[in-house]
């Protein structure tokens, strides 16, 4: 029988009392700290472009013709910059795109 201590649990005579769950501490957001912290990195580099010159021509070594473009380079910066000369002359000129209909 039941004592007035506790209640009756499993053949034994003790209080069943169930604690509750500890509550859980929310995981540290590991992951989105590391992303912010490159985030935060990537935005303190600083890309010094090139005062803007004239516009005249094609940069040196590239051609461009209807269907071909050709551009030479012995660097990877070399290259880099040769794109850029030829992305400021077509930007600075759009209708030289219109003669390069094939």
Do not use: H, Y
């Amino acid at each position: 029988m039941p004592s007035n201590r506790g209640t009756w649990c499993g053949g034994w005579n003790v209080c069943c009392r169930v604690p509750k769950p500890a509550a859980r501490r929310p995981a540290a957001p590991v992951g989105s700290i590391v992303a912010l912290k490159g985030e935060t990195r990537a935005m303190a580099v600083r890309i010094v472009l090139p005062d803007p010159a004239p516009v005249i021509g094609l940069p040196e070594g590239v051609a461009l013709e209807p269907g071909s473009l050709t551009i030479r380079f012995a660097s990877g910066e070399q290259l880099l910059e040769r794109l850029f000369g030829l992305a400021r002359v077509l930007a600075a000129n759009p209708s030289r795109l219109d003669s390069l209909n094939v």
